[in-house]
């Protein structure tokens, strides 16, 4: 029996038993828990319990059992880990070769708690996914969702008693990804094998390094490592403006549902325009030098990232483009030149003083730059002040990749000669039937208490 599983990037064929990335024929289930909310036991007989054992394998004595038809396990974590990108490079042989995979369970009311074999867990759905219909024809996609009803899994019915296979979600996801990581300049970036891991994964970077079975970034949010990729492997700069976007689209049927973050990083140089503003005031022999303002291209990436087994924000593919100064002067950082030393500061109206959300302390330091927060720490504060959260949102009907879920502005030492750092972050699609738009802007300098406002635009007529 062949049976499928979810990359959320394209379809793979998998001998059963053989990969230990197995969960069930819905997705790809994360090592720290990032899949379904629940898991239930199939394939024991019915006078038989599953045995949860001590540590992952046979050779662990049994510490407690569940029974043949229980229902609401939740995962803790599973064992050995394979990423996506090192699935795909395996041969045959590789795969077969692979032990089974293990996964610490808790019963629903956390009274048992052990290891079972993954081949014995499935999804445990507490429902139907229900959409209005789906295109026979795999087209771009601009809408948040791809799905209706189905009977079964790998059928989908659609309204008109069409029906259509499911492998158009895996087809719909990778068309998506392709039109956007294969956009014009772009060229495709391959992360696993040109990042230095050793150099990112690093007890600087992560304090926490080598403490857990899972990987010290595991948890992070879509932003948050998208940004700390980026600086890695790009280098910092001193003067710098990160304009960001993110796009939540999910596709799904009754059997499969795909998550995908869409996420475009550009990162400006503002070396050379603070070098000449600095430069203007005073004597050519008082100037300094030019290499300390930082150098480098002003370049773009475009990711997309979802979950898979042990990690939350995983890199899917990945692009990466080169900007021109006269191209980067021509861009738009709202409502200004991208290479502007001003900060843009959003739209006019009744900005209101907030108090910042409580974020929890970081798991990562960026410590390359010589005073905390760093860019991904302050995306990182800016995303959960205005979803609560670190984790990808809800999907949106009337967002897209022209239209993201959420756009951030960050700007590094760019204005005056002070340190500081100044964030803004528009919100879009929100379900909410007065408020269009929220805008939250921050400034945060060395030691002083960052100041936060924000602003709600409201719809015509409903202020």
Known sequence: ?????????????????????????????????????????????????????MGPGTNYSVINTFMPNERGLQQVTC??????????????????????SWCLMHSADS??????????????SSGEHTASSISTEVTPASATTVASGSSECGVITISGGKEATSDQLYDQVQLDTDQFTGAPGYQSLDLEAEMDWDQFYTTARFPGAGQSVMMPDADLGTVTRAMLLFDAMEGVLPHARYYITYYQRQVFDACDTIDTAYVEITRYNLGNAHWEDVTQYVARENWPPREIFGSGPHVSWRLAMGPVQGKYADVRQASRRVISDEMAAAEDCFGQSCLALEEANGPSGNWQDILAAQASEAV?????????????????????????SSENQQTSESTSFERPDITILISRDVQGQDSNMYGLLQRQGLMDDAISETWLQTQIMPDLTPQWQ??????????
């Open 454 to 463: 924000e602003l709600n635009v409201f719809r015509p007529g409903r202020q």
């Open 111 to 124: 009274s048992r708690t052990g290891w079972v074999a993954q081949r014995y867990l499935r999804e445990d």
């Open 364 to 388: 990562y330091r960026e410590p390359d730059y010589d005073w905390a927060p760093g860019p991904a720490r302050l995306a990182d504060l800016l995303y959960t002040q205005a979803t609560g």
């Open 79 to 100: 064992v050995p880990l394979v990423t996506q990108a090192y699935w795909m490079q395996m041969t045959e042989q590789q795969r077969s070769d692979l032990p089974q």
């Open 1 to 53: 029996m062949r049976i499928k599983t979810n990359f959320g990037r394209r379809q793979y064929d998998i001998l059963t038993g053989t990969a230990l990335i197995l969960l069930c024929s819905s997705a790809w289930a994360d090592l720290d828990g990032h899949g379904p909310d629940a898991w239930r036991v199939s394939g024991v007989s019915a006078d038989d319990v599953l045995n949860a054992r």
